[in-house]
């Protein structure tokens, strides 16, 4: 059962209150402002416990933080679910072992080709921040599945992309270039406005850049992964930036898919 506005923000405030608050020096996602640090991690736990009190879930047994970076989210996880076991996967060998560290998180290698990642099984709710908003459409298939064999029947994904909100800011916000030349800026905007998906690299980076998606576009995208449905989608709704797709797997999806 979904949870009223004013009770959901009372049970994130409540979780907030116990979260770790040590960041450590080399955490890439620290900018220097502790309000918006907590701030995004905050908004990625209400998003989390919205999506499973709106799906009826219990608390999860096993978590995974897909991209999980030195903690940012991770941290509000342990201190919502003090039971589970986390699953920690990163890029960064040394952001996984902080989060085996000061999280007791269980480490998973990433690597840039997914299916060489080794896969996790039974979990009960996938966190996964802004990894899909880098990744060309291809790429998106091979990361969609895999959350769709992680996941146990009745599981959640909640996942992160670009939607509307970006894209306006990409186009009237002089200095919003997300890191991209304004040729390769320019060419995303137009991809997307014309097929509902647009992505360029960052300079000098090859198959990791910015991606841009409507809703539409990622909606059907994530429902070519087996066995997953489609059971909510917020836009702007972590850090009033990024759009919120949540995608359940049901047992009775997964008995067509195999039937």
């Keep these: 059962m979904s949870l009223r506005g004013d009770e959901l923000t009372a049970l994130v405030d409540g979780v907030m209150a116990g979260v770790d608050r040590e960041i450590v020096e080399h955490d890439s996602m620290y900018g220097g402002n502790d309000e918006h640090y907590f701030g995004v ?5 209400r998003a989390v416990l919205d999506a499973l009190h709106g799906a009826s879930r219990p608390a999860p047994a096993r978590v995974l933080d897909f991209g999980c970076g030195y903690g940012r ?20 060998p040394a952001a996984v072992a902080r989060c085996v560290a000061a999280y007791a998180a269980v480490p998973l290698a990433a690597s840039v080709d997914v299916d060489e990642i080794e896969q996790v099984r039974e979990v009960d709710l996938v966190w996964c921040g802004s990894v899909l908003t880098h990744l060309d459409a291809p790429q998106w298939g091979p990361v969609l599945r895999y959350f769709a064999r992680a996941l146990r029947p009745g599981g959640i994904a909640v996942v992160t992309t670009h939607g509307r909100r970006v894209a306006w800011r990409m186009q009237n916000v002089a200095e919003r270039t997300y890191g991209l030349t304004e040729q390769v800026l ?7 406005y014309a097929a509902g998906f647009g992505y360029g690299d ?3 980076q090859d198959g990791y850049g910015i991606s ?19 059971v909510g989608y917020r836009e702007a709704a972590w850090d009033q930036h990024q ?17």
């Excluded at 342990?78 to 960064?92: G, I, Q, S, T």
């Excluded at 320019?186 to 997307?192: E, I, S």
């Design 41 to 45: 991690g905050r908004d990625a736990l």
């Design 73 to 92: 989210v991770l941290r509000t996880l342990r201190a919502a679910f003090p039971e589970a076991e986390l699953v920690a996967c990163d890029l960064d």
């Design 186 to 192: 320019n060419r995303v905007l137009a991809t997307y």
């Design 202 to 204: 960052y300079p000098g």
């Design 212 to 230: 841009l998606s409507s809703p539409g576009w990622a909606a059907d995208k994530a429902l070519e992964a087996p066995g997953l449905r489609l």
């Design 243 to 259: 759009d919120v797709l949540v995608l359940a797997k049901d047992a009775d999806a997964v008995l067509k898919v195999h039937r």
